[in-house]
């Protein structure tokens, strides 16, 4: 069964660094995913595809604070010298499956 | 610049139609997929259906399987999404996406959205 697992918050300060995490399920493991990041009363954007080795390509005029990495079933996404605009959701998403396309839960991101 | 532009949302009765549009332009839109992807107030991102570059396969939710019909018309750069027999768990935001994938087979990740329209369905 295909499962994105995300926790429901984070929170880290300004200026902090903060990881973000999305566990594929068993038999899922090897799959690319994307991130995607949506602020309050916005649309969604874009924000990089993770493969499983850990190589990532990030959408147009995403800043260099955004990377991604990946270990094992575990797909991430590290955000640097945070800022109040990064406060918002973030969702993973998978392509590829029985379900075509799905996406995690989200994780809501507080900047303090 | 890549540019999706919804419209057609709206409150409607339960049981009754709408037909959602979304407007494309800045790149090729006659060689990538394209997706509407839901949200309902205060929940997550539910993906709803995907059309390929040429409109010749179409993917949906189980959740909307049969009453939902995506097609696109590439010589107008537009998509149309017709929605029938609505239920109050259809409101929600809806969203164009375009596929990241130039002619991907059943989608890829979705690397541009749209900002939405809200659809309502209330009696």
């Known amino acids: 069964q295909l499962v994105l697992t995300q926790s429901p918050s984070a929170s880290a300060s300004l200026g902090a660094s903060v990881k973000l995490t999305c566990t594929l399920s068993s038999g899922h493991i090897n799959y690319a995913i994307a991130w995607h990041q949506q602020r309050p009363e916005k649309g969604p954007r874009f924000l990089m595809k993770v493969n499983s080795d850990g190589s990532h390509t990030k959408g147009d005029g995403i800043p260099d604070r955004f990377s991604g990495s990946s270990s094992g079933a575990e797909r991430y996404l590290t955000i640097s010298s945070l800022q109040s605009e990064d406060e918002g959701d973030y969702y993973c998403?998978?392509?590829?499956?029985?379900?075509?396309?799905?996406f995690g839960g989200g994780t809501k991101l507080t900047v303090l | 610049q890549v540019h999706l532009v919804e419209s057609g949302g709206g409150v409607v009765q339960p049981g009754g139609s709408l037909r959602l549009s979304c407007a494309a332009s800045g790149f090729d839109f006659t060689n990538y997929g394209m997706h509407w992807v839901r949200q309902a107030p205060g929940k997550g991102l539910e993906w709803v259906t995907f059309?390929?570059?040429?409109?010749?396969?179409?993917y949906y939710a189980d959740s909307v399987k049969g009453r939902c019909t995506f097609s696109r018309d590439n010589s107008k750069n537009m998509l149309y999404l017709q929605v029938s027999s609505l239920r109050p768990e259809d409101t929600a935001v809806y969203f164009c996406a375009k596929d990241g994938s130039p002619k991907a087979a059943r989608g890829d990740s979705l690397d541009y959205w749209g900002q939405g329209t809200l659809v309502t369905v209330s009696s």
């Open positions: 998403q998978i392509w590829g499956t029985a379900r075509v396309v799905f």
């Open positions: 059309i390929r570059f040429d409109g010749s396969n179409k």
